[in-house]
């Protein structure tokens, strides 16, 4: 047996259903050092440092 619609499901309907298909934006905090927006519990790419300890070294 296949899988067959009993009744027509109409346009509306259908795309309703892709309606929460939609991406966010990611949430974005200032750095507490240097003050660039970074992604929370990540280093900042611009300074190099997490938790207020220098993690990578700046060259």
Do not use: D, F
């Amino acid at each position: 047996m296949s899988i067959c619609p009993k009744n027509k499901s109409s346009k509306g309907r259908r795309n309703q259903r892709r309606a929460n298909w939609k991406m966010s934006l990611p949430t974005l905090v200032k750095c507490p050092k240097c003050g660039a927006l970074m992604v929370p519990h990540r280093v900042c790419k611009a300074c190099g440092t997490y938790n207020k300890k220098e993690i990578i070294v700046a060259e």
